[in-house]
């Protein structure tokens, strides 16, 4: 009840702090006997740690997870794995000075309210570093999903106002902000180390595919496919919207254009991004979200301290002018989490 | 886990079909000593039944609901509270026609393919009828929410193309699409009539503001506020998407821009939508949803029949043309017992 | 969270008083497909109801269940199933002299303290009424069960000092207290009898056996199968204590007595009660729960007042002087949502 | 859903199994601005651990506990606590030559017809070594019940058919057996240390105590406080029953005997073991449990290995010849988990 698991017949929990000794992840209802490793996991994570690339944070983080768990020679044995992460490139004294004081866009002022004291270093909790876990535990859900038959993949669809034109997916992992199109990517990239350089940052969107789904997931009514997709989402921090399908542009569609007509071979359309009714239609899963510009700036803003006095701030630290190339995955993970889940649920239903 | 409950320590457990003997709802972690009584729940439950107006389905449903259990003496036990709607206006036999067809934009196909077999009359649980027990829900969440000074309001804020211009909530229940600014709705409400003439739907955007919430609810990591508001709206059927504050135009804001500074009186801005970290902020929480025009529709289209043979369907009955006017009040609903839940697990937390 | 609901992946919630309008059940989570009608489960309502032979408790319901939902064409829907209990013999006026008294054995002092408030006619959600819930979803559970090949069985193994000797299954649903001994069944009811005309009341132990059920269930480490029994069984309300195989006994055992070795036919003997680490062994599943006497008695006991003045109090009504022969169904109906829970768990982990 | 998650307000999740790397736990929902440090835990730990005397396993694990996350500044920060112990005295080759066969008593048979494969090291997850996650968490429970004036102790009531004849508090951790009679426990110490050398172990009774519970704690009517204390219990390997107050005896007793009375000074006795209807009462709580005798054993006894070849085995190793002494502190563990979760459920009903 206090948050910090997701999912119900696979299910993971997640722990620790930005700059506290670790973080890491415990997954529980873990399929016995699939075959698993430690290297499978560290791609994933490979593509979410910091200092990738030039428009990603240069904190140092080798991101080696270590698997504690659930895992006996080289199979799956069905109790919890825990995967841990030592944090290394911590530099909590560079928070000293944001001990006192709430930075615009940071959840500073809201832990503060909730709890009534705070870990300040890194913004703890509320840290993007808190993902690690989900995105090890979505390579396990991905792992077990590989034996459906399910793929999934996001991609940058714009940043910063640049907007893809094309759809070429064998692109996204070759540019550095993981962009459907390469040439706007080169765009995206120029705009954020500009905006970097400027000491500001940027947003953007995210599109999500999910390929090879079976026709029948999700449980009407509340825990729907979507709903549960929707939630997986906004408990990213960034993310500040979803839309599935069509979409927002649904809202100016009529119903003779919105609705998927069928015939023999399947949908002729997918308005409705792969699901009806919360329960998915066979048809590739697709959802945009919406990502904030990253609240660390390096421009004074005008703020407050724990006292209330009026002040400016200027957010120093490590930070990702722009997060969407590292959100990727996990956005991804939190798919994998979903359908994996959802896929066990249905098990469950039909036995 | 099979998905008909919602929430954590204030839960409520749906039940029911469209055209079978009844719906309901049971209510658990009410707190106990309230004072409740039907009509305040008959209220809300006439704001969502169908047959209000020229815009809204003619079926006539009294949705008149009855406490069966947890109210003792005009208040509340703290034990669950049953309420019942016995459904009266059922004409199964007018869906005799779509037994064995899949009526696009409904979940004819999806519950078949899920479940093996489905009660086709009237969409069966998947119909919007489901949603008048959260109605019911909704009304005793709204008022253990009233004890604490909280007001949840929502309305259309655009319809079929025609978006609001102005914000005049006292207006909001005068029109029959409960939209916030008149002359909007007055053209809303002709453009309904005419798709509605013409066979057609449509869909639109409706908008919900929580006022009175302090700062501090919603549990990190993944039972956001905004995480878990996102789930309870996706799992709406004909909700599409959603966004919070600036939502979708973050992405193409600067940090700079979308950051919400703060002087001694609060913030300056709220493009977080009250939300920050997943965490209310004390501000007003603001976010949009989109609605996808009606499913049913008069006009000819393809589809299959269970045996996969295609046919052109025209989808009879008594429908919304656009059911923006009437998921208000659900939007509400829903909105409420997010909000009830999350007290009440922040409660637990600081004990 | 507020306790109403039971099972996860087939899971039910309860409402109702005693004295209220109705008591129900909503099921979620019931395999689609599989044939059910009224008649199968009025079989198991009518072994709970009262007035069924001298020694239970003359009040008159007939305990007629209807089906409101998630049953179509005499078939599961995969959608929840509510069943419906009206309460007819109501006489709430006989529990006025209560309504400001603690009835010694009763809940009624701690519902007080708990809620500030209660539902005083005939012991409220207290009341051994509520179980009627339970037997209705407890036979829904045993028709999915039944395809599993498992049959679940409880009857009184003692009464009021009075052990059974042999263990006749067929006699058990032949005499007026569910024991497995003939014989011993008569000087049960005698003593029963007896006991009633004195205004006294006595206790007993209650035996279940679960056959047929794979090796494999339960699920380590707190949701062990021994765990979650032994919760269902200490969630009804006259029990107070569980043991599985040979139990306390197991106490004062070796560990070369208490072991269950195995040949190659299995195991040699059973003092595990069919279930070792929490898993079901696939041997029978075994178990005894003891049953406290009724709390009604009509000897005056000493008591207070809801103001703390010191009284005598006599506990008229219609009651059980032993409730040993009802809360038979009852423990089978729980053993069958235990069993059919963790199959499906079972099922969704092996996925 | 997967069985590693006990509790709802307040939540462990606990990984690992006795040889693999570590052992942990995840503590979700503690009370923020707390006190709480390694030492206050590691004094339950060393309750625990074994080779704290002549009677208990000489494997030497120094149990020595690290926090990982959700403190800091030496107060609790509301986010997730991870306890992490690593396994230093792992002798899995000791473990080779059961790799194929079942070791009576023990979870060998079950878990590898549950899962397909097992990690048959000292018993993997089956071992009581998985209990160590949960000393740690009951301690943060103990730390948080503290301030509620919550004080609670359990004690060897019985070992190997050597009861206690009285019941003295102060001498309970003055012996090797924590029993609350100093002089039964030389007897005990005794037959124990025979046994030892005989290659046997017994099993007993471990009694507990919680004071200072508010009356009103428990969730009618599947969570009562009986309930989830039972779960709680059964969830521990070596128990194979639960009593409380009178117990099995109340089987035995007339409801004129077995009613606890009241007066103007509360209850006049305590049969019900300070719950009714699932509800703390205000008075002691107290129950017991009866604990099997050991599985390992090295007198030969008659099995069969992984092909279904009948064998003799004689279960090597570092064990105790009788838990109940390092299972005193479990049972307090749980019992201050179950405590903690309950007045938290409390909170929010009330909230």
Same mark, same amino acid.
């Given at each position: 009840?206090?948050?910090?698991?997701?999912?119900?017949?696979?299910?993971?929990?997640?722990?620790?702090?930005?700059?506290?000794?670790?973080?890491?992840?415990?997954?529980d209802?873990?399929?016995?006997?699939?075959?698993?490793?430690?290297?499978?996991?560290?791609v994933?994570?490979?593509?979410?740690?910091?200092?990738q690339?030039?428009?990603?944070?240069?904190?140092?983080?080798?991101?080696?997870i270590?698997?504690l768990?659930?895992?006996y020679?080289?199979?799956?044995?069905?109790?919890?794995?825990?995967i841990?992460?030592?944090?290394?490139?911590?530099?909590?004294?560079?928070?000293?000075?944001?001990?006192?004081?709430?930075?615009?866009?940071h959840?500073?002022?809201?832990?503060?309210?909730?709890?009534?004291?705070r870990?300040?270093?890194?913004s703890?909790?509320?840290?993007?570093?808190?993902?690690?876990?989900?995105?090890?535990?979505?390579a396990?859900?991905?792992?077990?999903?590989?034996?459906?038959?399910?793929?999934?993949?996001?991609?940058?669809?714009?940043?910063?106002?640049?907007?893809?034109?094309?759809?070429?997916?064998?692109?996204?992992?070759?540019?550095?902000?993981?962009?459907?199109d390469?040439?706007?990517?080169?765009?995206?990239?120029?705009?954020?180390?500009?905006?970097?350089?400027?000491?500001?940052s940027?947003?953007?969107?995210?599109?999500?595919?999910?390929?090879?789904?079976?026709?029948?997931?999700?449980?009407?009514?509340? =825990?729907?496919?979507d /709903? $549960?997709?929707?939630? *997986?989402?906004?408990?990213? !921090?960034? &993310?500040? %919207? #979803?839309?599935? @399908?069509?979409?927002?542009a649904?809202?100016?569609m009529?119903?003779?254009?919105?609705? =998927?007509?069928?015939? /023999? $071979?399947?949908?002729? *359309?997918?308005?409705?991004? !792969?699901? &009806?009714? %919360? #329960?998915?239609? @066979?048809n590739e899963?697709?959802?945009r979200?919406?990502?904030?510009?990253?609240?660390s700036?390096?421009?004074?803003?005008?703020?407050?301290?724990?006292s209330?006095?009026?002040?400016? &701030?200027?957010?120093?630290?490590?930070?990702?002018?722009?997060?969407?190339?590292?959100?990727?995955?996990v956005?991804?993970?939190?798919?994998?989490?979903?359908?994996?889940?959802?896929?066990?649920?249905?098990?469950?239903?039909?036995?």
């Amino acid at each position: 009840m206090a948050g910090s698991s997701f999912g119900e017949a696979f299910r993971i929990s997640t722990f620790g702090e930005s700059h506290g000794e670790a973080v890491g992840v415990i997954i529980d209802g873990v399929t016995p006997g699939v075959e698993l490793d430690e290297p499978y996991i560290q791609v994933q994570m490979d593509r979410r740690k910091p200092g990738q690339s030039s428009v990603t944070s240069p904190r140092k983080e080798y991101d080696r997870i270590r698997i504690l768990s659930g895992v006996y020679e080289g199979k799956t044995t069905g109790t919890p794995i825990c995967i841990l992460l030592n944090n290394t490139d911590m530099r909590p004294e560079a928070y000293s000075d944001i001990q006192h004081s709430f930075r615009p866009g940071h959840a500073d002022y809201t832990y503060l309210q909730k709890y009534g004291l705070r870990d300040h270093r890194g913004s703890g909790r509320a840290s993007g570093r808190e993902t690690a876990g989900r995105v090890a535990a979505g390579a396990v859900a991905r792992k077990l999903l590989e034996r459906r038959g399910i793929s999934i993949v996001a991609y940058t669809k714009a940043i910063g106002g640049i907007a893809c034109e094309t759809f070429v997916e064998s692109e996204i992992e070759r540019n550095a902000v993981r962009a459907c199109d390469p040439e706007a990517a080169l765009q995206m990239i120029q705009r954020i180390e500009s905006l970097a350089r400027a000491g500001n940052s940027c947003g953007g969107i995210v599109e999500c595919r999910i390929r090879g789904a079976v026709a029948g997931l999700g449980e009407p009514v509340f =825990d729907k496919l979507d /709903a $549960d997709l929707a939630k *997986s989402m906004l408990s990213i !921090g960034a &993310i500040k %919207g #979803i839309e599935f @399908g069509a979409g927002f542009a649904a809202a100016d569609m009529l119903g003779s254009e919105h609705n =998927d007509e069928m015939n /023999a $071979d399947g949908f002729l *359309s997918n308005h409705a991004g !792969g699901i &009806i009714g %919360g #329960i998915s239609t @066979g048809n590739e899963i697709i959802f945009r979200v919406a990502v904030k510009p990253t609240s660390s700036i390096s421009i004074p803003q005008h703020t407050i301290n724990t006292s209330g006095d009026e002040q400016l &701030i200027v957010t120093e630290g490590r930070h990702d002018p722009c997060i969407c190339p590292r959100i990727v995955p996990v956005i991804e993970a939190m798919a994998c989490l979903v359908l994996e889940d959802h896929y066990k649920r249905h098990a469950a239903l039909l036995d």
